[in-house]
């Protein structure tokens, strides 16, 4: 960051400290130095006074060693030669009989991270294993962590890995959790401290002495233990039964995550365990800090997908506060569409209604996507407050009303009567693109009822020109086709208006290629176009909300207490946003998520083949692309347009919430061009768990 | 773990920055800022990733802490560390502030290097990080020469929260019960969701080892004692007094780390050797039976598009010798306010057009009484066919009792060691409920 002063100050600041007459005095060269300090803090680049400051750090104050220190550990590794300067000091101090200066001398020494150094450091750091003052073992042990990361590549003498093994048994609780967690770090690639019996019984003897930092991190450690009787496990369980409704969150996380892994074998043991932790986690909900309060919803989340009922009855304690941030509101409504039953739907919408008109245009639309989520079991009372909602014409609530009934209707087909009545007249309202294409898709497949649908299309048709968004265009064309095919007579000749439009002046390729694809479709005959375009109009298998059978534990054991259940529901307020849902119940989640979750050593090429088609209307490559799309099969690369032959490369996979595995799909094709043109598809097909499955070529 | 720690004001520039471990590069701090605290829309969630780093942030008044890490860690327990920070921070210096943090920024470089050692959490608790720290918050006064001398024993003993060898020529207590009562309310009167979390502060100033013992009215011991028939003293200290109740239920408690905790597991005794000054011994929440000090009774009418009338009743539900102060009511109005007429019996109120809101404060007002303002809003007419959300009406205010109904029924003092007794030592006991979000909607 630039700083004014910056040259002026470093100059100034050097004539200050190496003036004999300030190093005389102990509080004008002290003063000197905090002045050092806090134009380092403020960014400007002290580098320079690195030699001054090595020479300051020979001295009997320990405040000013304290600041000499803090600069030096920011800037050592700019001045490795200079930093050997400081070793002799630091050594010095390290037989300092107070035990405040040894520990802030190992502390630093450890800390100016230069592997140059490390061959000075472990003579005293193993002293300091030995020392009797604990503030110092603690500092030691750590140490020996530090100079393990600095050079990952050489081995920590088997001697010092023993020593920290027997300081598990260090009379200091601190000394003994900064062990585990310097074994943890030294032994990684060996899978972390050996858990063995002995240690095991020691550690949950000792848990009681820790902090919390000490407990969370004893009890992470244990997870890899695994009893060697029934009656050890039990005997583990009920001394750990007092953290599991400690009032702490970080240990009664870490407890159920340890009790989890513990009886991952006994799936009856793990559901009372949950049953157990439903008092601490509600607290927990309702604590006073709000990212405590969401990290625990997020955890609830988790639990809710085990057993859907556990928090039924304490529904009212996931109701939004007013001045509660939105993040914390998107969850709550989350949660509360996992509670909804018979007897509390009435209070539940009730209060979701309230929140649909939020100031937060997002929690709005949350809520009104969660009252949509609501309607596939509960599909009147919910359908009442969502034509409710249209009256209100605020342009961000139609948008999500229209784009909720979009969802719902492909879910629940008896709701398309009254979505289909609802659908009049709010047009006018919508402004965003998103909740255009939704109410474009409603017309196109639900043309037929809904009377006024050609007037609509011809207003949005007339003003294609000046349409902004590309998802609009495409959906509208899609759209006009299907209303086409069954009320031809009132869209015949907006559909030639459109279709002109769109191939003689529309510049966009994708749109220009959808509209050439459907103008050559429509010359094949109206049979054939009926088959492409009319599809399924809904989907009741993606179940209904109550129905849902619960899943075992061991499905997201693993991930609890960690960061993963903070992560999913931001995905899944992205995903709100979208297109029609054919495409979104595959749910295309970013590619930057799926090569988080992607393992490749688990993934097993299952087979791979190659497929030739022969016959392929003559069409561009582009729209190719455009439909295949459609179909969620998504381009990873692929040659530039001109060339001959042309290749792209494909993926598409199924992210199934409940599926154990997902499904990935590669494959290549070719575009040779050739006279009988052909297009070669190789398959490779990678799946993570039960068998191959082909893919159908849409093409 | 925690790979380094942040501290930025609301403009993004870096106060603070320590960074404990070597995965975390110099990029990580602006990343977080052009993110976190320059994007333009509302903060999403309080844990943020950013290519493969996770910043963890909490934010006091206008102050960002951010922990940082590249590992999968517990979110929880990144969360409760910046919260004791901020705890160890405001016991040092004060108030979290710009100002504040600029003006003890070596004493916070230093504590950072005491709390956290590579990232892992080593020493949290103030009593004892006060021997380590040579800097004073600008709080501070005690010259720390002498305890400096004493580590050695300080760092040995098995009780980290206290040294040895205090001497006090008066040995006082000072024990303070402060609440904060929470409410949500139907505008039909109906609670839709009421807690009240608590806090149990003390002072003590007491020489040696002093082993303390504190009972209160929690309904797991006095239903354990009624069953042996000894409970005499459960009504006899009516110290404070909202109601009549004899006992009450605590949903959860945390103890300081000072409580013997298996103690209380066993027999519920909560018994301690406190640490020396200030401390928070015990933080707990109720949901039953709590005494809601005031209700808020709204009547809003629309009369025509441009004007509306809103009455708005309290009415103190406590002892009548009590007296509640500070207490302010705040009517949110809709943002086309042209203008307001008020008329309240009591205190004063006025139209903030800056807050939306009629802000009607009372400096006192007893128990069993109640009090009404009336007011007129005129309303521009505007073509914004939004519907007003209308945001429920908040409250605040200061009461001389305990709205769980929690009681202290006592605290001992036992020092073997040195001669002097519980009777000797001074105490004092105050009860002060506030409210916390205590709202009605309307």
Redo the contacts between chains.
């Keep these: ?1 630039p700083y004014l002063g910056g040259e002026e100050t470093v100059r100034e600041l050097r004539r200050a400290l190496s003036n004999p007459n300030v190093q005389s005095d102990q509080l004008r060269y002290r003063n000197t130095i ?1 002045k050092v ?2 134009a380092m ?1 403020q ?1 400007v680049d002290m580098s320079g006074l690195f030699s001054e400051m090595v020479k300051a750090c020979a001295t009997v104050d ?2 000013q060693k ?2 000499v220190y ?1 600069f030096l550990c920011s800037y050592a590794a700019l001045n490795p030669e200079l930093s050997l300067l400081v070793i002799n000091t630091l050594r010095k101090d390290c037989q300092d009989p ?3 200066v040894r520990s802030l001398a190992l ?1 630093n020494m450890t800390n100016l ?1 230069l592997p140059s150094l490390v061959e000075y450091v472990e003579q005293p750091l193993a002293a300091g294993l030995r020392d ?4 110092v073992r ?2 030691a042990v ?1 140490g020996w ?2 100079l393990h ?1 600095l050079q990952a590549s050489s081995e920590i003498d088997a001697a010092v890995v023993n020593e920290l093994y027997s300081l598990l048994r260090d ?1 200091d609780p ?1 000394v003994m ?2 062990c585990l ?1 310097a074994l943890e770090e030294i032994l990684k690639d060996e899978g972390g401290v050996a858990i063995n019996k002995p240690i095991t019984h020691h550690l949950l003897n000792r848990l ?1 002495e820790c ?3 000490g407990q ?2 004893v009890l ?1 450690v244990l997870q890899r233990y695994r009893p060697q009787s029934e009656d050890e496990l039990f005997d583990i369980l009920s001394l750990l039964d ?1 953290s599991l409704v400690s ?4 240990i009664m ?2 407890t159920l995550s340890l009790f989890l892994s513990l009886c991952s074998g006994q799936p009856a043991v793990s559901l009372a365990a949950l049953e157990r932790v439903r ?2 986690l509600l ?2 909900c ?7 309060r ?3 919803l ?1 955890h609830i989340q988790l639990l809710l997908r085990s057993i859907p009922g556990l928090m039924g009855a304490h529904y ?2 996931f ?1 939004c ?3 509660e ?3 914390i509101k998107q969850r709550k409504m989350q949660v509360l569409v996992e509670l909804v039953n018979d007897e509390n739907v009435a209070m539940l919408l009730d209060e979701l209604k309230g929140y649909c ?4 245009a ?1 929690t709005a639309q949350a809520a009104i996507t969660a009252i949509g989520r609501i309607g596939r079991s509960y599909s009147d009372r919910c359908l009442e407050i969502l034509t409710g909602l249209l009256g ?3 342009d961000h609530i139609t948008s999500a009303v229209v784009q909720t009934m979009r969802d719902l209707v492909w879910v629940c087909p008896q709701c398309s009567d009254t979505v289909c009545f609802a659908l009049e007249g709010c047009e006018e309202t919508l402004q965003d693109s998103q909740g255009r294409q939704a109410l474009l898709w409603l017309l196109g497949v639900y043309g037929e009822r809904v009377s006024s649908a050609p007037y609509t299309l011809e207003v949005f048709i007339d003003g294609v020109r000046s349409e902004a968004s590309l998802g609009v265009k495409m959906e509208l064309l899609t759209a006009t086709m299907r209303l086409f095919l069954c009320r031809p007579a009132e869209t015949q000749d907006m559909l030639g208006r459109l279709l002109h439009y769109c191939i003689e002046e529309e510049t966009d390729m994708c749109v220009r290629d959808q509209a050439l694809l459907y103008y050559r479709l429509l010359h094949c005959g109206i049979e054939e176009t009926r088959k492409v375009l009319q599809g399924r109009r809904s989907d009741p298998s993606l179940g209904v909300l109550i129905g849902r059978p619960a899943e075992p534990v061991s499905q997201w054991a693993r991930s609890f ?4 259940p ?2 999913q ?2 995905i899944e ?1 992205e995903s709100v946003s979208r297109g029609s849902p054919e495409h979104t119940m595959f749910d295309p989640k970013p590619n930057a998520d799926l090569s988080n979750t992607l393992d490749c050593s688990r993934i097993e090429k299952v087979h791979s083949e190659c497929v030739r088609c022969p016959t392929i209307p003559r069409c561009s490559p582009q729209s190719l692309q455009a439909a295949m799309q459609l179909v969620n099969i998504q381009t990873l690369a692929f040659t530039p347009p001109q060339t001959l032959p042309w290749r792209v490369y494909l993926y598409t996979h199924t992210c199934l919430d409940d599926a154990p595995h997902s499904t990935l799909i590669l494959g290549e094709l070719l575009y040779t061009g050739e006279e009988p043109q052909k297009a070669e598809v190789h398959k490779g097909s990678a799946d993570g768990g039960v068998g191959a499955e082909g893919i159908e070529d849409d093409m | 773990m925690i790979g380094g720690l942040f501290i930025y004001n609301h403009k993004g520039e870096v106060l603070i920055s320590r960074v404990y471990r070597d995965d975390i590069g110099r990029n990580a701090v602006d990343a977080f800022r052009v993110n976190v605290i320059h994007a333009r829309q509302q903060v999403r969630s309080p844990v943020t990733n950013i290519a493969r780093t996770s910043f963890f942030h909490v934010k006091r008044s206008n102050i960002w802490l951010a922990a940082v890490t590249k590992q999968n860690v517990n979110a929880a327990m990144v969360f409760e560390f910046l919260y004791k920070m901020c705890d160890v921070m405001t016991a040092y210096f004060g108030k979290i502030s710009e100002e504040n943090i600029k003006n003890n920024f070596v004493l916070i470089y230093e504590l950072l290097d005491e709390i956290l050692d590579f990232g892992y959490p080593q020493n949290s608790e103030t009593g004892a990080l006060k021997t380590f720290i040579t800097q004073q918050g600008i709080k501070g006064q005690v010259s720390k020469t002498k305890e400096q001398s004493q580590i050695t024993s300080q760092v040995t003993g098995q009780i980290g929260w206290r040294r040895e060898g205090i001497k006090y020529r008066r040995n006082e207590l000072f024990l303070d019960v402060l609440e904060s009562v929470n409410l949500l309310m139907s505008p039909q009167g109906q609670v839709l969701s009421a807690h009240v979390s608590g806090r149990v502060v003390m002072k003590s100033y007491l020489s040696g080892m002093p082993e303390c013992k504190f009972g209160m009215n929690d309904k797991i011991v006095i239903d354990k004692q009624g069953k042996g028939g000894a409970s005499d003293d459960a009504g006899k200290s009516d110290l404070g007094g909202g109601s009549g109740k004899q006992s009450i239920a605590i949903d959860d408690c945390t103890f300081h780390q000072c409580v013997r905790l298996s103690k209380f597991d066993s027999e519920r005794s909560i018994s301690f050797i406190p640490p020396d000054g200030e401390y928070e011994l015990m933080r707990y929440r109720t949901t039953k039976d709590i005494i809601l000090p005031f209700r808020v009774i709204p009547l809003v009418r629309e009369v025509g598009r441009t004007k509306l009338e809103v009455k708005v009743v309290i009415k103190s539900n406590f002892k009548p010798s009590l007296l509640a102060q500070k207490i302010e009511v705040r009517i949110p109005t809709p943002l086309n306010t042209s203008g307001v007429q008020v008329i309240c019996m009591k205190g004063k109120a006025k139209y903030k057009a800056s807050e939306n809101a009629i802000v009607w404060k009372i400096k006192r007002m007893a128990g069993m009484k109640e009090s009404q303002i009336s007011a007129e809003i005129e309303l521009l007419p505007t073509n914004d066919k939004k519907k007003w959300a209308r945001p429920p009406i908040s409250m605040n205010f200061e009461v001389p009792f305990a709205p769980s109904g929690l009681k202290v029924r006592y605290l001992k003092v036992f020092e073997s060691k040195l001669n002097y007794s519980d009777h000797d030592v001074i105490k004092w006991v105050r009860y002060i409920g506030r409210s916390g979000i205590y709202e009605t909607r309307c």
């Design positions: 960051m905090l300090i806090r803090s960014g320990v405040v304290k600041l803090v107070n035990p405040m502390r991270r009797r003052a604990a503030c603690r500092v750590l962590a530090k990361n009379p601190v959790v900064n967690r009681k902090d919390i930092w969370c991190q992470r007092a009032p702490h969150p970080p996380a870490a008092g601490p607290a927990a309702g604590s006073g800090s709000r990212e405590m969401f990290t625990a997020c009212k304690r109701f506060g007013y001045a941030p939105a993040y008109t939020d100031v937060n997002e209100l014409k605020q207490n960690t960061l993963e903070l992560r529901g931001s307020t």
